[in-house]
């Protein structure tokens, strides 16, 4: 199997079963030849709602329903794993279960929805143990998550990474420190970086945005992709990160508080990103 897209379905459980965990082993009967009672896999509930903006050049989701085998395992060749819109619900832990083979040829994971996930740092990790050539991480909607668990994966060569939380952030207790983790291990790999929504503080973010002006050897940033919307971005954060990165084509400054009036908007192309630099150099400082 080298592709996997899923949408919620009556099968989510037992297909999110088998790809966390390792099949059981065989309980030992009782004394009445009856099978012990076993911990189920971790529970997933989810509804289809409408589908999340789109992240800038990737995938689009799909409403349409999958029906695979409730037997389903992942292989070592598996290289895109998508769960769409599920909306996973924690259980107490129970008896520790053995990781399962993982995905040693992943490529590309999301596990996008438009509400909250309890998607946690811990299902991730176990998802993600055997993975170090991941290159796609799709978790928006995904608030549980944190820097400090994305500093722990595997994979060191991340090219697309999408943290967006849409029309959640004001519901939520929202980090404000982390994500110069982020930057500190994949500023010279990354090309599309989205912390829309995200609540970390202005200082926060200066120094995470700051990796893109010293990439190794002095080579230029591959980011060509950022989106900021609705975060405390500064002008002068956002000055330094468009002089860094020659390549930027598409930077989402919405609802950017921070901000002065008339800046607070997408910009497409270089020659947009470049105006809004020179519109920042000249504009007056105090947001608006």
């Not at 037992?14 to 076993?38: D, F, N, S, Y």
């Not at 740092?121 to 993975?131: F, I, K, P, Q, V």
């Not at 943290?163 to 994500?179: F, Q, V």
């Not at 790999?189 to 945005?209: M, N």
């Amino acid at each position: 199997m080298r592709k996997l897209w899923l949408t919620c379905s009556s099968q989510t459980t037992a297909i999110l079963g088998a790809l966390l965990l390792l099949p059981p082993a065989p309980a030992p009967r009782g004394e009445h030849g009856h099978q012990p009672k076993q911990h189920s896999p971790p529970a997933a509930r989810g509804g289809l709602a409408e589908s999340l903006p789109p992240a800038a050049g990737t995938w689009h989701p799909t409403s349409a329903p999958c029906h695979p085998s409730p037997h389903l395992q992942p292989g070592p060749c598996s290289q895109v794993l998508r769960l769409l819109n599920l909306g996973w619900l924690p259980k107490p832990p129970g008896r520790a279960a053995t990781p399962g083979p993982g995905f040693p040829s992943l490529e590309e994971l999301c596990l996008a929805g438009p509400t909250c996930s309890f998607v946690s740092d811990e299902a991730l990790g176990r998802l993600l143990h055997s993975s170090p050539n991941l290159r796609l991480l799709d978790l928006r909607g995904c608030a549980r998550i944190t820097p400090a668990g994305l500093r722990d994966l595997p994979c060191r060569e991340l090219e697309q990474l999408y943290l967006g939380l849409y029309g959640m952030s004001d519901r939520l207790t929202l980090a404000k420190e982390g994500s110069p983790l982020l930057t500190e291990k994949w500023a010279h790999t990354l090309r599309e970086l989205d912390l829309s929504g995200q609540g970390f503080s202005e200082k926060d973010l200066e120094q995470a945005l700051a990796a893109f002006s010293g990439t190794p050897g002095g080579s230029q940033p591959a980011l060509c992709s950022l989106n900021l919307r609705g975060t405390r971005v500064t002008p002068g954060t956002v000055s330094s990160v468009i002089s860094s990165c020659p390549g930027l084509r598409f930077l989402n400054l919405e609802s950017c508080r921070c901000l002065p009036r008339g800046l607070k908007r997408a910009y497409r192309g270089p020659e947009h990103v470049q105006r809004c630099l020179e519109q920042l150099l000249t504009s007056p400082a105090s947001p608006s």
